[in-house]
């Protein structure tokens, strides 16, 4: 039996036989308490183990991280802490833990030390939390959406397009590095490398999703992502999940009626489905932040903030509103902000983000309508001829969470954009074929999966969210 449901029956002297991983012992001279858990709950079992049924041998092996199976018989705590206890008959070690040498000790881990033992950091109660939610909003996506009659697309993850034309892509071959075929002009020749040509990991999966949704109508991609982005921030992973619904028919306005009800559906399936791993974390969090300065406390403790979230409708401002905000802003008129804020093409850094979330609105904030000269070729075109139809997502503590836009669907416009931005219309032909063949009114986003994991786990830093992270100089486990 899984631990999580057998915390949720009664005591009355039934047989159970479980299995699972020693988080501490303790004991007397007659008796010996174990807590075990399984992975399946925050919460653990105590295991009840009498002195006189039990060879000291064995107890003596049974130590913190050994795994071990028991059968015996649940009975009703005599204890505080726990309403049902398993009081033991049989215990058999399946794999003891070297008690010396056992890297997790029932003591507190910083975070770095535990990144550094990732192969066993699901044993903690922090990460087992972490990780059943990744679950649950994983499950969550895919039910949002399929009960909204998308259909998911997998798009593929070696490409030769560069979607977001940023260049911060990781290139895929198998040519011989060292003995490099050459053309005559010097240049390496991609037509004898795999697939005949030069390909790349995927930086997103949207320019196929536009494909798929100008066919099925609304459609949604949920994969893995690459970007060799040389950040070393808490907010960027190399090697991060993007969801990306795209949606025929839907202009900016229904694309960001849907990014915000997918939002608050994700953190509201978690809060009905994952109560005592978030109870934790909220209690996890209020802990760490007690050892911060009190102005860099937030102000609401995690639950409350989920909660918030759900109830308060996004605060949304074009760009250029939010650039007039930001200029006449305390910080940037006390030269606070890094970057200070001059006026209209000025790119938002985290800071004005977070100033224009934490500070300014005290809520998650739509930006629309960015400077064409920030954003990428796909974004449709406004009347200005200085704008485009883009949306980006800011979330208390994360800043970006989702960027997203309505498309050009307009064929002369979007290869113009193409034209000055130096996008390679050859490449790209599939993509324009789609402008010219059936093409309408479109629109679509990009949720980072990470950070909407942090916001709801509380966790501060990226890789403390994905199992194995990828970053610059670490492709460790
Ligand atoms: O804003 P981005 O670059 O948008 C796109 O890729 C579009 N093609 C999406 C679309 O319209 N279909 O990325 C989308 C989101 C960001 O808002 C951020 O949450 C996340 O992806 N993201 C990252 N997350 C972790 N590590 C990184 N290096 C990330 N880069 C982007
Ligand atoms: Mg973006």
């Avoid at 009840?48 to 000291?56: G, H, I, L, P, W």
């Amino acid at each position: 039996m899984k631990i999580k449901e057998i915390l949720q029956s009664k005591g009355s002297e039934q047989k159970i036989h479980v299995k699972g991983w020693v988080r501490t012992r303790r004991g007397s001279k007659h008796v010996t308490f174990i807590s075990l858990n399984d992975g399946s709950s925050i919460n653990s079992i105590q295991v009840v183990a009498e002195s006189n049924n039990f060879d000291e041998a064995l107890v003596k092996q049974i130590t913190t991280g050994s795994c071990i199976s028991v059968s015996g018989k649940l009975v009703a705590s005599k204890g505080s802490g726990q309403t049902v206890e398993i009081l033991a008959n049989s215990i058999k070690i399946l794999g003891n833990a070297e008690a010396e040498n056992y890297p997790l000790q029932p003591k507190k881990h910083s975070l770095e030390f535990l990144r550094e033992n990732a192969h066993l950091r699901f044993r903690t109660n922090t990460f087992s939390a972490v990780f059943r939610l990744r679950h649950a909003l994983t499950f969550a996506v895919h039910k949002f959406f399929n009960d909204k009659g998308f259909f998911n697309l997998h798009t593929p993850i070696i490409t030769g397009a560069d979607a977001e034309g940023a260049g911060e892509i990781f290139q895929v071959t198998n040519l011989d590095l060292e003995n490099l075929p050459k053309k005559v002009d010097g240049k390496i020749d991609f037509s004898e490398d795999f697939f005949g040509s030069k390909t790349n990991l995927t930086v997103s999966g949207q320019l196929e999703a536009e494909l798929g949704a100008l066919g099925l109508g609304q459609v949604y991609t949920f994969g893995p992502t690459f970007r060799a982005e040389n950040s070393n921030t808490s907010r960027h992973l190399s090697e991060f999940w993007m969801i990306e619904p795209e949606v025929a028919f839907a202009d900016l306005n229904e694309n960001m009626d849907l990014a915000e009800e997918f939002l608050k559906y994700c953190i509201q399936y978690c809060i009905e489905n994952n109560a005592e791993d978030l109870q934790f974390l909220d209690g996890r969090m209020e802990e760490e932040e007690s050892k911060l300065k009190k102005e860099e406390r937030s102000e609401m403790g995690l639950l409350e903030r989920l909660q918030f979230v759900i109830e308060n409708n996004f605060e949304r401002l074009t760009y250029r509103e939010a650039i007039d905000v930001l200029r006449n802003s305390k910080p940037n008129k006390k030269k606070k902000f890094q970057y200070p804020i001059n006026g209209f093409g000025d790119d938002l850094q985290s800071e004005h983000e977070r100033y224009l979330v934490e500070k300014k609105y005290k809520k998650p904030v739509i930006i629309t309508d960015y400077p064409k000269g920030i954003k990428a070729f796909y974004m449709r075109m406004n009347e200005d001829n200085e704008t485009v139809r883009a949306m980006d997502i800011l979330f208390p503590t994360i800043g970006e969470i989702i960027g997203g836009s309505q498309r050009e669907e307009r064929l002369d416009k979007l290869q113009a954009r193409m034209e000055e931005l130096n996008v390679c219309q050859k490449e790209l032909w599939w993509y324009l074929e789609t402008r010219k063949f059936g093409t309408c009114t479109h629109s679509g986003f990009g949720l980072g999966f990470e950070r909407l994991i942090m916001f709801v786990t509380g966790m501060k830093n990226i890789r403390d969210v994905i199992p194995f992270p990828r970053t610059p100089q670490n492709a460790e486990f």
